[in-house]
């Protein structure tokens, strides 16, 4: 279902911009007006997506076998850094 708005005093800069995007990219101003309504209230992007590692907090478990297997990295070469 779609609703229609009707929108007075809209500024001649909004006009301008409106129109040359719509021209640019071949769309009706319609399309162009409910995009920028889109960008502007934040709904474009649709839900917020997170790539971090907070799911991985508190997990850590202690493994003395990964401990060993890792402790060459701890290791300095001092003769690499002459």
């Given at each position: 279902?779609?609703?229609q ?18 021209q640019?990219?071949g ?25 971090d590692l907070?799911?991985?907090v ?14 060459d ?9 002459k």
């Amino acid at each position: 279902m779609s609703i229609q708005y009707t929108i007075r005093a809209v500024p001649e800069s909004i006009d301008t911009a409106i129109r040359q995007r719509a021209q640019a990219e071949g769309k009706s101003l319609n399309a162009i007006a409910v995009e920028a309504l889109k960008e502007g209230l934040a709904l474009a992007a649709g839900p917020q997506e997170f790539d971090d590692l907070d799911a991985l907090v508190g997990s850590w478990q202690d493994d003395p076998a990964f401990d060993k297997a890792v402790a060459d990295f701890e290791r300095v070469d001092e003769d690499a850094w002459k």
